[in-house]
């Protein structure tokens, strides 16, 4: 089954360490996004990748990173300088990031909580 | 950039009538438009997308949407709610870039 995958489902953080959320997907699709998720809120975009070995800032990069060293994949590391991590990240991609009509696909998420 | 309003932050309906989620658009021009689905603690699935091919989109789950340029509008609609309804309902814009452009979305209650 083609799809996007993102490990683990839960997350524990201690204060001040760096923690990486994977995402990979098998749709052959050149586009990656990450998003953020707080309760009863809308998606705000961290970062988002239309190719291999580039991508660009989102709405609320700072405190994240990111590569792009693979097609199929788009970890993204939550550091210690971000204030407020705890949430529901959601990965996504798309065929390409020109397309308007081209829907983005989801993966299941990853629920980050910091102690 | 694109925008769009969601008018209602939560629905309630009963199992078996009718659902409306209303959505109006922001836009000179006829924009490209997703209405996406997420259950609780679960990513989001495509419900469907207008394309500018036809007015009336039909998508997944017994929904559909009609595009009305003429109010601005993008709103959608069930005839029947089902319990399995029941979750957080997104329109959205694609803007420049790939970029998708949620707000708060509306909650859909369904009551049996």
């Known amino acids: 089954d083609g799809g996007i995958t993102q490990s683990p489902k839960y997350l524990f953080r201690k204060e001040g360490q760096n923690v990486t959320l994977s995402c990979e997907q098998n749709l052959n699709h050149d586009a990656m996004y990450w998003y953020r998720q707080d309760p009863g809120q809308g998606l705000r975009l961290i970062y988002y990748?239309?190719?291999?070995?580039?991508?660009q800032k989102g709405d609320i990069a700072e405190g994240y990173s990111v590569s792009r060293e693979k097609k199929e994949s788009f970890p993204l590391t939550v550091t210690s300088a971000q204030k407020n991590p705890t949430a529901f990240y959601l990965c996504a991609s798309s065929i390409d990031g020109m397309g308007s009509y081209n829907e983005q696909f989801f993966g299941p998420g990853t629920r980050l909580t910091v102690l | 950039a694109q925008s769009v309003t969601q008018l209602d932050s939560h629905v309630s309906v009963s199992e078996g009538t009718p659902v409306l989620l209303r959505c109006n658009y922001s836009?000179?021009?006829?924009?490209?438009l997703f209405w996406y689905v997420q259950h609780p603690n679960k990513g989001l699935q495509l419900l469907l997308k207008y394309t500018s091919a036809a007015t009336l989109v039909k998508g997944i789950n017994g929904f559909e949407a009609e595009f009305k340029k003429s109010e601005t509008s993008f709103h959608l609609t069930k005839p029947s709610a089902h319990m399995s309804d029941a979750a957080e309902y997104f329109c959205v814009p694609y803007n420049q870039g790939g970029k998708l452009i949620f707000g708060q979305g509306t909650e859909l209650s369904v009551k049996p």
């Open positions: 836009s000179s021009y006829s924009p490209s």
């Open positions: 990748s239309q190719i291999v070995n580039d991508f």
